[in-house]
């Protein structure tokens, strides 16, 4: 073969090594336009489940309560005035446990009537809404307003397998996959969130335990 014909070929494989490229350099630009000037829509609230486990990713665990210290001095104090009645150490051992029970019962079953009433007021609060989610901003419409929310104004991110979570201090916004029309348009959420560039201080949290949010629902 001679200097020409490899002089040729040399330009060839460069044309096309050079159009590939630009090919491929395109396809990259559209695919990143396309992703920033995306527009998802969403419509509706978080359920009250999820509403609760917002709360309680917010909001500090309280390992003491009042009412759980209160309950400890009345025991105490019931276990001193039985035991100063000349009784046997087996009665008085009893006589706790079943007190206990019935306390521990009683507390449950308030519990459960304020979760009752919670769930009912937050069910009869709850007005039609919609919005959309952009590279820029969410944007929040009821019947009399309209919201638009800059993501710079959040500094923490939750992203579970069914919660996606944006939020600053104890305000935020929450977003569920039955509140889009797609399970596209979900996966589409997950990422534009995930994909936010946060400030410093941004608290990012990831894959949040389903089993671990069932526990403390308890």
């Excluded at 952009?134 to 710079?152: C, F, N, P, R």
């Amino acid at each position: 073969m001679n200097d020409s014909s490899l002089g040729s070929d040399r330009r060839v494989r460069h044309s096309i090594s050079t159009h590939q490229f630009i090919a491929i350099d395109s396809g990259v630009w559209y695919r990143e336009t396309r992703s920033m000037t995306q527009t998802i829509q969403f419509k509706g609230w978080i359920t009250f489940e999820d509403a609760m486990r917002v709360e309680r990713l917010l909001i500090p665990r309280k390992y003491w309560s009042f009412s759980g210290i209160t309950t400890i001095a009345l025991l105490a104090a019931i276990a001193v005035t039985v035991m100063s009645i000349q009784t046997s150490f087996l009665f008085t051992i009893l006589f706790l446990v079943i007190t206990g029970g019935f306390f521990g019962t009683l507390f449950w079953l308030m519990h459960k009537s304020s979760l009752k009433a919670k769930r009912k007021h937050y069910n009869r609060n709850l007005i039609e809404r919609s919005g959309t989610l952009t590279a820029d901003e969410i944007a929040v419409t009821t019947d009399h307003t309209k919201t638009e929310l800059k993501w710079d104004f959040f500094d923490k991110v939750i992203i579970t397998d069914n919660l996606v979570l944006v939020a600053k201090d104890k305000d935020y916004m929450a977003f569920a996959p039955h509140m889009f029309s797609t399970q596209q348009e979900w996966e589409s959420c997950k990422a534009l969130v995930s994909g936010r560039e946060k400030k410093p201080q941004a608290d990012r949290v990831y894959g949040s335990s389903e089993a671990d949010e069932s526990r403390r629902m308890k």
